[in-house]
């Protein structure tokens, strides 16, 4: 029986992203991944549904780590002030994790009209979760889903900031910059 590795995700993502930017993601099966890593399809199912969840998979959790961090924020501020805390307190985390492949997944997400779709789709989940979160803070729906959306873009450009500059800031100071760029932006001198 073959024994449990402990790197077997990290070595199929590796593998994949590589496949992804050398083929392109249409092009590549999920055996050619299982086989770059040296490992099996079995083995790959244990990690992913599949391969686009080799790019997505971690972020099925957003939402949910959004809608959290929003409640989490402080009453007393702003609803904007707490979608941009909310924003920058899963970034602070999610960072770390997605760091390592961040431009590459950029990158073979931006060939892709099937992996574009699944972003927006994403991103849809996400306003959804930040609406509903903020309707139970005491926002007006049609406000919430407005403020929702705005989140999503301040979110959006913190990361591609943080993507294109990583020693810019870490992606929570890139969203609070994004966000306070925003704010800025739409005050009145």
Same mark, same amino acid.
């Given at each position: 029986?073959?024994?449990?590795?402990?790197?077997?995700?990290?070595?199929?993502?590796?593998?994949?992203?590589? *496949?992804?930017?050398?083929?392109?993601?249409?092009?590549?099966?999920?055996?050619?991944?299982?086989?770059?890593?040296? *490992?099996?399809? @079995?083995?790959?199912?244990?990690?992913?549904?599949?391969? @686009?969840?080799? =790019?997505?998979?971690?972020?099925?959790?957003?939402?949910?780590? =959004?809608?959290?961090? *929003?409640?989490?924020?402080?009453?007393?501020?702003?609803?904007?002030?707490?979608?941009?805390?909310?924003?920058?307190?899963?970034?602070?985390?999610?960072?770390?994790?997605?760091?390592?492949?961040?431009?590459?997944?950029?990158?073979?997400?931006?060939?892709?009209?099937? =992996?574009?779709? @699944?972003?927006?789709?994403?991103?849809?989940?996400?306003?959804?979760?930040?609406?509903?979160?903020?309707?139970?803070?005491?926002?007006?729906?049609?406000?919430?889903? =407005?403020?929702?959306?705005?989140?999503?873009?301040?979110?959006?450009?913190?990361?591609?900031?943080?993507?294109?500059?990583?020693?810019?800031?870490?992606?929570?100071?890139?969203?609070?910059?994004?966000?306070?760029?925003?704010?800025?932006?739409?005050?009145?001198?």
């Amino acid at each position: 029986m073959p024994r449990w590795d402990a790197r077997a995700e990290e070595r199929l993502r590796t593998a994949a992203i590589e *496949l992804f930017l050398e083929h392109g993601y249409e092009h590549v099966t999920v055996a050619q991944i299982a086989e770059r890593a040296g *490992l099996t399809r @079995r083995t790959f199912s244990r990690y992913f549904a599949d391969k @686009r969840d080799v =790019l997505f998979g971690d972020s099925e959790h957003l939402p949910e780590l =959004l809608a959290a961090a *929003l409640r989490r924020a402080d009453p007393a501020c702003t609803p904007f002030e707490a979608v941009v805390t909310a924003l920058a307190d899963v970034g602070a985390t999610l960072g770390a994790r997605v760091a390592p492949h961040a431009v590459a997944r950029r990158e073979i997400i931006a060939r892709s009209p099937e =992996l574009q779709e @699944r972003g927006r789709t994403k991103f849809a989940a996400v306003a959804d979760a930040l609406a509903a979160e903020l309707v139970r803070r005491g926002g007006e729906p049609s406000a919430a889903a =407005l403020l929702a959306d705005v989140g999503v873009t301040i979110f959006r450009t913190g990361f591609n900031r943080w993507v294109d500059d990583p020693s810019g800031g870490d992606l929570a100071a890139r969203l609070r910059e994004a966000g306070a760029e925003l704010a800025d932006a739409v005050t009145p001198p």
